[in-house]
């Protein structure tokens, strides 16, 4: 009986983490199969393009908004971004839209990113090494349930 506990609260526990307890496709709608490049980003400087300033503050690094102040592991949605969280181009995939990536699990589009154009999703790891493990590029079949 205990064994049975212990692989229960496991079970549970990996769910939980893959994200498929959380995000669930809409019942009663089938998802559209779409090749995309995948890519893996964490809530690092390197990753999001932040850095610290001169007093140790997190600023954006480059372009228009350079210097400017960077709430780091906040989604451009709002939200804080977890394991699930996908960064997407918002004119294709608005935000809300369910995706299933194998091998990574099922994640929802709260992000976008200056680089993330057309069909190209970043997915979102707990930290750098998870990130880098997943691979730099990856062209592969994603389920879509774009969100209405």
């Not at 680089?115 to 790891?125: E, T, Y």
């Amino acid at each position: 009986m205990h064994n049975f506990r212990l692989y229960l609260v496991l079970v549970v526990i990996g769910l939980i983490l893959a994200g498929c307890v959380s995000i669930r496709p809409p019942a009663g709608q089938k998802p559209v199969e779409k090749r995309m490049l995948v890519t893996g980003y964490c809530r690092c400087g390197a990753c999001c393009g932040w850095k610290r300033n001169w007093v140790g503050l997190p600023v954006v690094a480059s372009g228009p908004a350079k210097g400017s102040p960077k709430k780091v592991g906040i989604s451009a949605s709002g939200s804080r971004a977890t394991y699930g969280t996908i960064a997407a181009d918002p004119s294709i995939y608005p935000f809300g839209t369910i995706m299933h990536v194998e091998g990574y699990g099922y994640g929802k589009v709260q992000d976008t990113g200056e680089k993330i154009k057309g069909d190209h999703i970043d997915i979102f790891f707990r930290d750098h090494g998870q990130a880098q493990k997943w691979g730099a590029k990856k062209n592969m079949l994603v389920k879509v349930w774009t969100a209405k």
